[in-house]
Nanobody, 122 residues
Framework: QVQVVESGGGLVQPGGSLRLSCTAS????????IGWFRQAPGKEREAVSC????????SYADSVKGRFTISRDNAKSTVYLQMNSLKSEDTAVYYC???????????????WGKGTLVTVSS
């Protein structure tokens, strides 16, 4: 049974930091690309960052480059998203998703978690 579980969301002030975790089970984690996506109220789900298992490439949305860092620990079947210098526009539900092969947009991802809410507000 596949499970993808996000954690680490919460309320943080602008300029603050959070670290999200995504732990997966039920598939061979090492062979799967893991991506973080987010969806703000009234907006479409968008890609934030992805760690590709196929070629080791890491990608970031332009809006988070230099502020967010993705990392993975295959031994723990976990991917992290370190978020620094948070802005109000980062407020969204953050989802973790997995796909065998290369990173893709939301439509191409196979397994999804239920999401964790990040609220950036003073």
């Amino acid at each position: 049974q596949v499970q993808v579980v996000e954690s680490g969301g919460g309320l943080v002030q602008p300029g603050g930091s959070l670290r999200l975790s995504c732990t997966a089970s039920g598939f061979t984690f090492d062979y799967y690309s893991i991506g973080w996506f987010r969806q703000a109220p009234g907006k479409e789900r968008e890609a934030v960052s992805c760690n590709s298992s196929s070629d080791g490439k890491i990608s970031y949305a332009d809006s988070v480059k230099g502020r967010f860092t993705i990392s993975r620990d295959n031994a723990k079947s976990t991917v992290y998203l370190q978020m620094n210098s948070l802005k109000s526009e980062d407020t969204a539900v953050y989802y973790c998703a997995a796909r065998w092969g290369y990173c893709t947009g939301p439509i191409g991802m196979e397994y999804w978690g239920k999401g964790t809410l990040v609220t950036v507000s003073s």
